[in-house]
């Protein structure tokens, strides 16, 4: 099992910037993703960013440019770092673990990102 520990959400302004972290503890891999997502009312979770253990790293088109994904493997921990936010990045996200021994998927609790003037 890995328990994940999600914080950083909040109410910025449009433009604004917010970093969310999350921190893995539990039956970690060494060949692993860590990663966010996010999901809006009534809609599928989608993919944001995630970075793997070796320091590969993905995102979605929304956001490439603006979110920069970075991992602290020492601390088993994830950042993701909001830029430029719109009021369209509104929403719940969600971190995320992935251990490629099992590709079993693992969830944070979700935090709540609100962009608004």
């Known amino acids: 099992q890995v328990q994940l520990v999600e914080s950083g959400g909040g109410s910025v302004q449009p433009g604004g910037s917010l970093t969310l972290s999350c921190t893995a503890s539990g039956s970690l891999a060494s060949m692993d993703a860590m990663g966010w997502y996010r999901q809006a009312p009534g809609k599928e979770r989608e993919l944001v960013a995630t970075?793997?253990?070796?320091?590969?790293?993905d995102y979605a088109v929304s956001v490439k440019g603006r979110f920069a994904i970075s991992r602290d493997n020492a601390n088993n921990r994830v950042y993701l770092q909001m830029n430029s936010l719109k009021p369209e990045d509104t929403t719940v996200y969600y971190c995320n673990y992935r251990d490629y021994r099992s590709f079993q998927d693992y969830w944070g609790q979700g935090t709540q990102v609100i962009v608004s003037s």
């Open positions: 970075i793997s253990s070796g320091g590969t790293t």
